[in-house]
């Protein structure tokens, strides 16, 4: 069966410029899975690879037509650095009634709960089936290795949290969500103090005590900042699915090609309103330098695909292993793409 090439031209440009309603959000993908595991399973899942850094070029076109899944030839592009892009989040919330201190019952310590962004630190999960806030900041104390008693650690203030983490002050989470405080030590002491060090460490939120890990230990400080709780909101999430495919062993040190495949899975076409910036990482941290992707179109249309064939290099000192490859995009109008979502990436064996 033969096909008309102008058929087809002419079907895209109606694809292109037909007008376009809201495309309907997505649930917030993060609170959808961690509203519904529970505490046991939330520390299984906790990950902890070490980062490295990829680099890559990718193009973006708008190519679909509604009903038509096939996706346009591979080709290899390039890209060019680029600043870190204001990524969309979820809106600030307004205080709602506290959470009940008797509802709290553990800390968490999250090492790495998404790839695509939430920080290391202290985390609690309010045991609530309605919206409630946490406002305020807890006591910490410890035991004082040096004579085995109980006290509390001097308080000092450190000023601003001075990182890339947003966060949204005060904690009003959902069921399921977890809120946030982050502990700094300071090891600079005034005239005449000593520094000390604390085991068993607890926070202490009005009459909750909430025992930390018995891992986390206070070593030669002169106090610490506890900051307020705070929530960081996950971000906005465009209407797009991608995926990425890459051989499954890759040689540290060597350059290798892999895909990624962005499908718009509704009838509207999706506009970015400028080409996105992308950054593809090894492991769960999503540091990988940012890149513009040199692109001539900003729209996909309804039910549509585009499909390239990248080049990364898998960094020369990459432990030999299993990792995965996380492939992340951060589109114009700000919403964020993640690729294998569900899998915290790709899998990959990196050799030597």
């Not at 308080?155 to 990182?163: I, K, Q, R, W």
């Not at 604390?198 to 900051?227: H, I, M, Q, W």
Request: hydrophobic content about 35%; glycine content about 8%; proline content about 9%.
């Amino acid at each position: 069966m033969s096909i008309d090439p102008q058929t087809i031209e002419e079907d895209l440009r109606t694809a292109m410029h037909a007008g376009s309603s809201a495309i309907a959000a997505w649930p917030d993908p993060v609170a959808r899975v961690e509203a519904g595991v529970t505490r046991r399973r939330r520390r299984t899942l906790l990950v902890t690879s070490a980062a490295a850094v990829l680099t890559a070029g990718v193009a973006f076109a708008g190519v679909g037509i509604a009903g038509h899944r096939e996706p346009p030839p591979n080709s290899i592009v390039s890209a060019e650095p680029a600043a870190a892009p204001t990524i969309a989040r979820r809106s600030p919330r307004a205080a709602v009634q506290p959470c009940r201190l008797d509802r709290v019952d553990e800390v968490d310590w999250i090492v790495q709960s998404a790839p695509w962004g939430l920080s290391t630190g202290f985390a609690v999960r309010p045991n609530e089936s309605e919206r409630c806030t946490m406002t305020g900041r807890p006591v910490l104390s410890g035991v004082n290795t040096a004579t085995g008693r109980s006290e509390p650690v001097t308080v000092v203030n450190l000023g601003p949290l001075e990182d890339d983490v947003t966060r949204q002050f005060p904690a009003t989470v959902d069921p399921g969500e977890p809120a946030r405080v982050k502990i700094r030590s300071s090891t600079t002491c005034p005239a005449g103090q000593k520094p000390k060090s604390y085991r068993d460490l607890v926070l202490t939120f009005g009459e909750k005590k909430l025992p930390l890990s018995g891992s986390n230990k206070l070593t030669g400080v002169c106090g610490a900042d506890v900051s307020q709780w705070y929530v960081e909101p996950p971000m906005d999430y465009a209407s797009l699915n991608a995926t990425v495919k890459a051989p499954a062993v890759l040689r540290a040190g060597e350059e290798f090609s892999y895909t990624v495949t962005i499908d718009n899975v509704f009838p509207d076409k999706y506009k970015s309103g400028s080409c996105p910036v992308f950054r593809l990482s090894v492991a769960a941290d999503g540091t990988g330098p940012w890149q513009r992707i040199n692109c001539e179109e900003t729209t996909i249309g309804g039910r549509g695909s585009v499909e390239f064939t990248l080049p990364g290099t898998i960094p020369a000192d990459v432990e030999p292993g299993r990792h995965k490859l996380t492939w992340m995009a951060a589109m114009g109008n700000g919403e964020a793409v993640i690729a294998d979502m569900g899998t915290d990436g790709t899998a990959v064996t990196v050799t030597r």
